[in-house]
């Protein structure tokens, strides 16, 4: 097993690789981007996006900016027409856009192999603090998500295969149907309503992750505080991931039932809870756990980007999709990385289990 380990750490480099490679490649065809983010706010009324802009010289160029020029420009930014192009050349030397895309990916694979990601455009911040300081609000709401999530939808996975076709198998999967078929978003905004100082109740607090007081508690105190504020926002994403998972167990379950080793366990004098759980168990959780991964992933991170901004929770999601829409670069592809590095070492953590679940699996002998 070691050795399977080290081969599939070794792949991981070549994969973030392409990741990195793609993801680089695509914004060079990308339209619109930092420089003529500024540019469109200085044609428009945020002339405060000068205020970004680091450096002195920075600030004199964007004051002349400001006030125009009469002569044209020719430029490649589309907007930058009456802008004094040596403005424009601060602004590329500013992102860096003076230098060919071969150096600045370059740069950017050696700096990320130090996990160094600069500073963000925009935010005038380290990237990697942004991340450390969003990654506790995403790794909250992924986490809690998915173990709930695994821990109701696999007893009730199987409870419906054991009990396929009857009333509680039928209104099970109803109940569950209909909860993957409401929004989380809109789910979200009920649970508000109800409970958080809308038209009812006011039980649970609307925004954060702790109480302002969060620093003078115990821990007792931190953990029932720190509890409290998640409630409804869990809620909220868990709601609609039951089916899934339900349904996927179900299944792997019903298939394995049918087989003839079940049969012939069942004719050898086991009990349904040996049969179950000593051989049935091991081969149907597979595919469960195989799923673990894109499972997280999506509540890490696709799964919360509303959720957060209902609750006013600033995490992962809500930096990327913002990074996103700014065109800031250094944070756009940090997120993907460490987002495609967790991917990669989840799914070696699920592989890894598939021995722990059924010892019979060696991956010593496979190709990766």
Same mark, same amino acid.
């Given at each position: 097993m070691a050795t399977y380990i080290i081969r599939r750490i070794l792949l991981m480099v070549p994969t973030i690789f392409g990741i990195m490679a793609l993801s680089f490649l695509l914004v060079q065809f990308a339209p619109g981007g930092p420089?003529?983010?500024?540019?469109?706010?200085?044609?428009?009324?945020?002339? @405060?996006?000068?205020?970004?802009?680091?450096?002195?010289?920075?600030?004199?160029?964007?004051?002349?900016?400001?006030?125009?020029?009469?002569a044209a420009l020719s430029s490649k930014y589309r907007g930058a027409r009456g802008l004094d192009p040596e403005f424009i050349k601060q602004l590329e030397v500013?992102?860096?856009?003076?230098?060919?895309?071969?150096?600045?990916?370059?740069?950017?694979?050696?700096?990320?192999?130090?996990?160094?990601?600069?500073?963000?455009?925009?935010?005038?911040?380290?990237?990697?603090?942004?991340?450390?300081?969003?990654?506790?609000?995403?790794? @909250?709401?992924?986490?809690?998500?998915?173990?709930?999530?695994?821990?109701i939808s696999i007893p009730l996975g199987i409870r419906k295969a054991m009990s396929d076709g009857s009333r509680f198998d039928l209104w099970t999967s109803t109940a569950i149907i209909v909860g993957y078929a409401i929004p989380g978003f809109l789910f979200a905004v009920l649970l508000i309503v109800l409970f958080a100082g809308g038209s009812f109740y006011n039980i649970f607090p609307?925004?954060?992750?702790?109480?302002?007081?969060?620093?003078?508690?115990?821990?007792?105190?931190?953990?029932?505080?720190?509890?409290? +504020?998640?409630?409804?926002?869990?809620t909220a994403l868990v709601i609609g991931s039951f089916a899934t998972t339900t349904l996927l167990t179900k299944n792997s379950f019903l298939d394995e039932?049918?087989?003839?080793?079940?049969?012939?366990?069942?004719?050898?004098?086991?009990?349904?809870?040996?049969?179950?759980?000593? +051989?049935?168990?091991?081969?149907?959780?597979?595919?469960?756990?195989?799923?673990?991964?894109?499972?997280?992933?999506?509540?890490?991170?696709?799964?919360?980007?509303?959720?957060?901004?209902?609750? @006013?929770?600033?995490?992962?999601?809500?930096?990327?999709?913002?990074?996103?829409?700014?065109?800031?670069y250094p944070v756009v592809f940090a997120t993907l990385y460490v987002f495609g590095l967790l991917g990669l070492v989840l799914t070696l953590i699920s592989d890894i289990t598939y021995t722990w679940v059924d010892p019979r699996i060696d991956f010593e002998t496979r190709e990766v």
């Open positions: 420089v003529e983010r500024i540019i469109a706010q200085l044609s428009g009324t945020e002339i @405060s996006a000068t205020a970004r802009i680091g450096g002195s010289s920075g600030g004199d160029f964007a004051q002349s900016a400001a006030s125009g020029f009469d500013q992102f860096g856009f003076d230098k060919p895309w071969y150096e600045r990916f370059g740069k950017m694979v050696w700096d990320y192999a130090r996990f160094d990601f600069g500073s963000s455009y925009f935010r005038d911040v380290r990237v990697l603090d942004l991340i450390a300081e969003k990654l506790p609000v995403s790794i @909250s709401l992924g986490l809690w998500t998915t173990l709930i999530t695994y821990f609307l925004r954060g992750l702790t109480s302002d007081n969060w620093s003078d508690m115990n821990i007792a105190m931190k953990a029932v505080d720190y509890l409290w +504020h998640i409630v409804l926002p869990i039932i049918k087989k003839q080793y079940v049969t012939t366990a069942r004719a050898k004098g086991l009990s349904e809870n040996q049969v179950l759980y000593g +051989h049935v168990f091991r081969n149907a959780m597979l595919i469960i756990i195989a799923g673990f991964p894109g499972a997280f992933i999506g509540a890490f991170f696709t799964g919360s980007l509303l959720i957060e901004q209902i609750f @006013s929770l600033d995490g992962m999601g809500l930096l990327s999709y913002q990074s996103i829409v700014n065109r800031d």
